[in-house]
């Protein structure tokens, strides 16, 4: 190892794998036998081509003169020519590569091998294995090469590991297309499934009634942009979310926190959950006895709440990618909060001599990829503009205000923007009063129509509910209880209640 690290400081570019190999000593993973086989059954069955031309690739091939011709042979296919013995040696031909590869007789020894065609996907199988086994040596041996360099990121040198075993995978065993039998069959299993199941929404509900019946809940691989002025809850309507996602409904969810600690949060969801108000959390002297009893009964369903929180304020999108893999593998967290977006950083983006609106674009084009990647909606936090402010009437946010890069709007598959009519001192709206009334403004919906979810925002406790919820404070809570005692001891007194 000591010798192979001496001989990665002298190279000043990307090792091939001849050299990887030849510097372990060691004979790369390879089945030149069966690539032969393979070939020779695409010379001979026209059946078989179709059998693999959507799952062999050509890099398969360890041999490269297998790998040519294997490419003759798909250039034939895609053109709808076709593909036997001589119409593969005349390809090679106008390839200029019909001598490198041996020639006629070459072609000829391929048929010679192989006798039936029933086995290529078996044998097809064999030679992906090959080829990840030679990927896992080529990325792991590049990884040591890059990690004596000094001058190379190691958080960006991480993501960009991550990424490549993860593309191994990728590349290796899912199609680059469905068929339209296959594609029927699992969306009918799919419905059939909702249809059975006791839930009411396909995706990720919120306990928002109105929002998740507009929405049928959040849907996997999407990318949610939440956007407002500041002031106006963003944070709390966030949190809530999260709250019934892992309390009522027990889905794990991740929320990454660049603006708050973990701590700050945690006396927010404990102020939502118990009723009292945070600001006494902080003063001496302030909580009464009663109050610290509603702490611990109302707080014990967080404790088992699986959500994971991280208040990193210098996250980056390399080390969130990183994190978010790694939640989904160990929590299979269904659902990622970011708050908020303008905050992140680009990593690499920023050395690469990139402008700020460059920057926010990468980072939401990166959170697109994610989403789908791992199959998680991602609600991303977002700013708006002073825009909103300067502008007359009645302050309703619009597209036109997200801050800093218009590819957010592209991205999102949906944009909602949390508007509070009285914070602008609108008392009335509608002939209704706006007192407590909170509108979640739909702009952009990409699976469905935009529209407006009336909310009702608790300043007193930093919490939204739905619009018909009747909430009940710790007060009116102990005042019922009472009020039930005193009831039952006064019905057994009364001989007359018959019951």
């Given amino acids: 190892m000591k010798e192979l690290s001496k001989e990665f400081r002298k190279q000043s570019r990307r090792l091939t794998y001849t050299e990887v190999f030849n510097m372990n000593g060691k004979i790369p993973p390879q089945a030149t036998d069966i690539e032969e086989s393979v070939l020779g059954a695409l010379l001979l069955d026209q059946n078989a081509i179709t059998n693999a031309i959507d799952i062999l690739r050509p890099e398969y091939f360890y041999e490269p003169n297998h790998e040519l011709i294997y490419r003759a042979v798909t250039a034939l296919f895609r053109d709808g020519n076709p593909v036997d013995l001589l119409s593969v040696a005349d390809q090679l031909k106008k390839d200029g590569e019909f001598e490198k590869v041996g020639g006629l007789n070459k072609l000829v020894s391929l048929t010679n091998r192989i006798t039936s065609a029933a086995h290529i996907e078996y044998h097809v199988r064999i030679l992906s294995e090959k080829y990840i086994q030679r990927e896992l040596i080529r990325v792991s041996t590049e990884t040591l090469h890059d990690s004596y360099d000094d001058t190379i990121d190691v958080l960006g040198l991480l993501d960009k590991t991550e990424t490549k075993f993860l593309e191994i995978n990728d590349s290796s065993f899912k199609s680059d297309f469905h068929s339209m039998d296959i594609l029927l069959a699992n969306t009918l299993k799919e419905i059939e499934a909702n249809q059975n199941s006791q839930d009411d929404s396909m995706g990720v509900v919120t306990g928002f009634n109105d929002l998740d019946a507009r929405t049928g809940g959040f849907q996997k691989g999407t990318l949610l942009i939440l956007a407002a002025r500041p002031a106006m ?27 708050m600690t973990a701590t700050e949060l945690m006396s927010r969801l404990i102020a939502a959950e118990s009723g009292i108000e945070a600001k006494k959390f902080k003063l001496k002297g302030e909580l009464q006895d009663w109050e610290k009893e509603q702490l611990r009964k109302k707080t014990n369903a967080l404790a088992h709440a699986p959500m994971y929180i991280d208040d990193n304020p ?82 309703r946010p619009q597209l036109s205000d997200l801050r800093e890069s218009g590819a957010i709007e592209q991205d999102a598959d949906m944009v909602m923007f949390v508007y509070r009519p009285s914070y602008y001192g609108i008392d009335v709206e509608n002939g209704m009063s706006t007192e407590g009334l909170a509108k979640l403004i739909i702009a952009k919906h ?36 009472q009020m039930n005692k005193e009831s039952n001891n006064t019905l057994e007194k009364d001989e007359s209640v018959p019951f």
Wanted: aromatic letters at 8%; glycine letters at 8%; proline letters at 3%.
């Fill in 233 to 259: 809850g963003k944070t709390a309507l966030a949190l809530t979310m999260a709250r019934n996602m892992a309390v009522d409904f027990h889905k794990p969810v991740a929320i990454f926190s660049l603006e």
């Fill in 314 to 395: 210098g996250l980056t999108i390399f080390e969130l990618r990183a994190k978010c893999r790694r939640l989904k593998q160990k929590y299979d967290i269904q659902m990622i909060f970011i708050d908020y977006l303008q905050l992140m950083s680009g990593g690499e983006m920023i050395k690469n001599g990139g402008n700020r609106e460059q920057e926010i674009s990468y980072i939401s084009r990166q959170l697109k990829a994610l989403s789908k990647e791992i199959g998680v909606p991602i609600m991303a936090l977002s700013q708006l503009s002073r825009a909103v402010e300067t502008r007359g009437g009645s302050k």
């Fill in 446 to 481: 990409r699976s469905g129509e935009p529209g407006d979810v009336n909310l009702r925002f608790v300043e007193k406790f930093v919490r939204f509910e739905n619009m018909h919820d009747s909430f009940q404070t710790p007060e009116t809570l102990i005042l019922n209880s």
